[in-house]
């Protein structure tokens, strides 16, 4: 599976750690939360589409 350029890479880790901050407490219990039916369509899309993106 190709990763996309690590600009791109840093972009999806910055607008996934805005998402955390508005969608969860402060609190370091929800430093690892992931929400299970995103986190598994993003995965299913990647691996159709043989790419590792955020698009």
């Known amino acids: 599976m190709r990763l ?8 999806e880790v910055a607008r996934h750690r805005d998402t ?6 402060g609190s370091e219990r929800y430093a690892l939360e992931v929400d299970y039916a995103t986190y598994t ?3 299913r899309r990647d691996i ?3 790419v590792a993106d955020a698009d």
């Open 4 to 11: 996309p350029e690590p600009s791109r890479q840093r972009a």
């Open 20 to 25: 955390q901050r508005a969608t969860y407490l």
């Open 41 to 43: 369509m993003q995965m």
């Open 48 to 50: 159709r589409r043989g």
